[in-house]
């Protein structure tokens, strides 16, 4: 993996820029019952599909706003466990924080190692005021977690079309 598509680094993980060579990760993560049940199905069935979704959303994010969601791969064997980073949604005011894991890299600290990093760029790097995240109300492991990261329950929302309520968690930056 080339250097250049490294974002961030940890003491156990390097966050990197997904690409289009990274389709079948994308599929099997994004074809998760978990993440189908916490996160939501984004409708990619097929490596044709992972790799239109990796170009239409991820890469296009990197594209639009300098920052997106990013492959999280264990130093140790460069194998990818999961994602980690920013999205920019165009009904929410505040960036929001993501992350995703295959489910046999969870419950490691993976998570929480990787989203702490993310949520240190987002003030640091690239000097955000406040920081949001959204997730169902059953998902009590990334509501554990994003409480353990600092964010705190501010309200009830609706995104788009759907008609889930998500839990909208933010914290602001540190002073």
Known sequence: MGAHLIVLETARTRLRLLTVEDAQFILEILSDPSFIRNIGDRGVRTLQQAGDYIRTRIVDSYERHGFGIWGVERKADCVLMGMSGLVKRD???????????????????YAEESALAVCRYSFDVLGLRRLVAITVPGNARSIALLEKLGLRFERTIKLGEEDTSLRLYATERPV
């Open 91 to 109: 009904e929410l005011e505040d960036v929001d924080l993501g992350f995703a894991f295959l489910p046999e890299y969870c419950r490691c600290g």
